[in-house]
């Protein structure tokens, strides 16, 4: 595993995307436990979609224009269900420390959120290749789609940590909260945009 794929990786964890915005508005929803779990459903929906790559399920979605659309238009859906519920305050922002949020829901609502999106299995399949000899079979794609899972999967709990430790100071300014929450409800509908015009 050479030292470009894991900087490569890393820079494209880095970059905020569904999982980063859920986990971080769960975070100042719910607290780090809450956030922790939102990073794990985020983390799950990566590795099921690396599964479906390597099935080559990916170039079957890449060709049928119907099946891509189906699943992208769930996606953007959700995802303006996500803002809509976060502006309201009955999604990942909601604060309320008698009523959180089962674990059970936030991890659902992470794994739907990324599983939603179309465009993560032909990720993989366009990403992994490139650090991959031509006499690699899929063991060596299996350990890069493994190793750059568990890089997300340490950047979400990464993000998570940053967002907990900010934590209390936000909550004691309902004026800093309702615009974090007004923040990540757009954040979730500029995604669901974005999505909505992404092309097979």
């Known amino acids: 595993m050479s030292i470009e794929f894991l900087l490569?990786?890393?820079?494209?964890?880095?970059?905020?995307?569904?999982?980063?915005?859920?986990?971080?508005?769960?975070?100042?929803?719910?607290?780090?436990?809450?956030?922790?779990?939102?990073?794990?459903?985020?983390?799950?929906?990566?590795?099921?979609?690396?599964a479906v790559a390597m099935a080559g399920l990916a170039a079957v979605l890449h060709s049928s224009a119907v099946l891509f659309q189906a699943v992208k238009y769930a996606g953007v859906a959700y995802l303006m269900w996500m803002a809509w519920g976060t502006l309201r305050g009955?999604?990942?922002?909601?604060?309320?420390?008698?009523?959180?949020?089962?674990?059970?829901?936030?991890?659902?609502?992470?794994i739907l959120l990324n599983l939603l999106n179309p465009k993560l299995p032909m990720f993989f399949?366009?990403?992994?290749?490139?650090?991959?000899?031509?006499?690699?079979?899929?063991?060596?794609?299996?350990?890069?789609?493994?190793?750059?899972?568990g890089m997300t999967s340490a950047v979400f709990v990464g993000y998570a940590m940053l967002a907990a430790s900010g934590r209390q100071a936000v909550l004691g300014r309902p004026a800093v909260m309702a615009w974090m929450?007004?923040?990540?409800?757009?954040?979730?509908?500029?995604l669901g945009?974005?999505?909505?015009?992404e092309r097979a």
Do not use: E, K, N
């Open 8 to 50: 490569t990786a890393f820079v494209v964890c880095l970059a905020p995307g569904i999982g980063v915005v859920y986990t971080l508005s769960v975070t100042l929803g719910q607290g780090l436990r809450g956030g922790l779990w939102a990073a794990f459903g985020c983390s799950v929906a990566t590795l099921a979609h690396m």
């Open 90 to 110: 009955t999604g990942g922002l909601q604060i309320s420390a008698a009523a959180p949020q089962p674990l059970v829901q936030i991890v659902r609502r992470g």
């Open 125 to 149: 399949m366009a990403f992994l290749p490139q650090f991959m000899a031509p006499t690699d079979g899929t063991g060596v794609m299996l350990g890069l789609g493994l190793a750059f899972a």
């Open 181 to 190: 929450r007004r923040a990540f409800a757009a954040s979730f509908a500029a």
């Open 193 to 197: 945009l974005r999505l909505a015009l």
